[in-house]
């Protein structure tokens, strides 16, 4: 066969590749994601609104500092980096929930920023909730803080509350951890009724 005969059968081969691939979908793979996304493992839970009288009887609780950092300074004092972070608060009892009572939001100075809870929030066995700092909320600053309380009506064991802080502007992505601190506990024999 002479090359210019083949060179005349190239472009029909093209277009015969062409045609082929483009037959070629990825509808089995988005029907996949789709009964992903509608399966009841990834659907969220958010934790449930309950409102709390003297009738709660209270066997324990506490009331935990979480250090937040808003914002952190590099190079000098003149230059600041903006940190989202997210308050994260997590049941670790197995068989028992417990109920947040109060997340507030507090700045560098001590002043209440924001009150993150309208009414108490239960949180069942095992499971987590969050509470998020936009990057762009520059109201903490550096030395910001949640004070979290949290009560349970039986014994229970401590849940984790910890925050992350991200960012990556600039292309320098920095993220790191501060685990909360217990600074006041309720825990009675005699389970006392709840007081607001």
Not at 77 to 101: C, E
Not at 130 to 144: K, R
Not at 163 to 186: E, H, N, P, W, Y
Request: net charge negative; aromatic share 8%; hydrophobic share 35%.
């Amino acid at each position: 066969m002479s090359i210019s005969r083949k060179m005349k059968l190239l472009p029909s081969c093209l277009v015969i590749c062409l045609v082929f691939l483009s037959s070629c979908t990825s509808s089995p793979k988005t029907q996949i994601n789709s009964q992903q996304s509608n399966s009841p493992a990834s659907s969220q839970i958010s934790p449930q609104e309950v409102q709390l009288d003297e009738t709660l009887k209270i066997a324990i609780g506490q009331t935990i500092y979480v250090p937040i950092y808003s914002e952190i300074y590099f190079f000098s004092k003149t230059r600041t980096l903006q940190l989202a972070a997210t308050l994260s608060v997590r049941n670790t009892d197995v068989h028992n929930p417990i109920i947040i009572t109060s997340v507030k939001y507090y700045d560098s100075d001590g002043n209440l920023v924001k009150d993150h809870l309208e009414n108490p929030l239960r949180l069942a066995p095992l499971a987590s909730t969050e509470f998020i700092v936009d990057q762009n909320d520059q109201t903490g600053s550096s030395g910001a803080n949640f004070i979290v309380e949290w009560v349970a009506a039986t014994e229970v064991f401590e849940p984790i509350l910890e925050a992350v802080m991200v960012s990556t502007t600039s292309q320098q992505g920095i993220s790191f951890l501060s685990k909360g601190r217990v600074i006041d506990s309720k825990t009675t024999a005699s389970n006392t009724p709840y007081t607001p």
